[in-house]
Nanobody
Framework: QVQLVESGGGLVQTGGSLRLSCAASGRTFRSYAMGWLRQAPGKEREIVAAISGSGSGRYYADSVKGRFTISRDNAKNTAVLQMDSLKAEDTAVYYC?????????????????WGQGTQVTVSS
């Protein structure tokens, strides 16, 4: 079993920043691609960012490119999503997710392990 715990969500003003952290269990963390997903009311689930097991490959959704940065520290079993220049449209529940694949994947079915989610609210 893989367990993921997110933290760092909250309320922030438009243009502000938040840093989401994900603590993962398991000795195989280094080989897992990691992703940050979000879901807002009335919207489909969206992969915001993903990073390969090695950390060399990264993906960003067009909507967040240039504003969000994903990183990981395999020694600490953590993944981080730094969110800058936040917009109201970024308001959503954000989930840390892990894939058994090692490469960066943008397919939701490849992420069987999810955290509990953390709410991010960006005020107008």
């Amino acid at each position: 079993q893989v367990q993921l715990v997110e933290s760092g969500g909250g309320l922030v003003q438009t243009g502000g920043s938040l840093r989401l952290s994900c603590a993962a269990s398991g000795r195989t963390f280094r080989s897992y691609a990691m992703g940050w997903l979000r879901q807002a009311p009335g919207k489909e689930r969206e992969i915001v960012a993903a990073i390969s097991g090695s950390g060399s490959g990264r993906y960003y959704a067009d909507s967040v490119k240039g504003r969000f940065t994903i990183s990981r520290d395999n020694a600490k079993n953590t993944a981080v999503l730094q969110m800058d220049s936040l917009k109201a449209e970024d308001t959503a529940v954000y989930y840390c997710a892990a894939s058994r694949l090692s490469y960066t994947t943008t397919t939701l079915m490849d992420y069987p392990y999810w955290g509990q989610g953390t709410q991010v609210t960006v005020s107008s």
